[in-house]
Structures are given as C-alpha cells and as structure tokens.
C-alpha cells in the first residue's frame, strides 16, 4: 500500500481559501485512482473529489464550481484547491488513493491521517 500524508488545513473565514496536499510515498503514476472524502462531526465520511491517473475528474454536487482537484506526478502530489469556503465545508479531510480502481468503481483501501479544515461565518 502507499503511504498517504495529507497537509494544508487550517482555520479560515467563510468566502476565503485553503489549499490540501497529499504526498504519496511513492509514484503516483500507477495509482488509477486518488481523491478527497471528508467528514464532519457526527456525519458520514462523504466523497469530496477523485481523479484519475489520467486526468478525469468527479466533484460531489456541493463543491462543483468552488472546489479543483489535481496532481503533480513529478511530485507524488494530489492537490484540493477550496474556494469561496462555506461553514459547512468544515470537516477533517481525508485523501485516498485505490491503485487498481476505475471511475466510477472504486475503493480506497489506502488513506491519510487527515487534516483538518474550519471555516469560520
């Protein structure tokens, strides 16, 4: 399994931005699948983003147009660029990658320690 370890969150006023990264402790290039889930207290962990090795993206309806997943293969690193930030959006965020999955079937069996994100009103 690879190693996941994510970084970049914090605490941020509602309308402003955060930036996650999550580093794999090796090539990425032949993990199918990584993503971001998140879960918020007394909630399900629910799917943020997902991308493909080869670049195809998903989003869950409420980070459409607010949120970008992306990688940098050189870099072992997938990133989640968050946007126009809303309170609901406070959860720990979770990254996680499925090395032999296919959108839209997949299964993390690799995942991070988390990170925090709060968003202040």
């Known amino acids: 399994q ?3 370890v ?3 969150g914090g605490l941020v006023q ?3 931005s955060l930036r996650l990264s999550c580093a794999a402790s090796r090539s990425i290039f032949s993990i199918n699948v990584m993503g ?3 879960q918020a207290s007394g909630k399900q962990r629910e799917l943020v983003a ?3 090795s080869g670049g195809s993206t998903k989003y869950a309806d409420s980070v459409k147009g607010r949120f970008t ?3 940098d293969h050189a870099k072992n690193t997938v990133y989640l660029q968050m946007n126009s ?3 609901e959006d406070t959860a720990v965020y979770y990254c996680g990658a499925d090395e032999g999955g296919v959108l839209p079937d997949f299964d993390f069996g690799s995942w991070g ?3 925090q994100v709060t968003v202040s009103s």
């Open 2 to 4: 690879v190693q996941l």
């Open 85 to 87: 930030l809303k309170p």
């Open 69 to 71: 997943i992306s990688s």
């Open 113 to 115: 320690q988390g990170t």
């Open 50 to 52: 997902v991308i493909t």
């Open 36 to 38: 971001w889930y998140r």
């Open 6 to 8: 994510e970084s970049g």
């Open 14 to 16: 509602a309308g402003g």
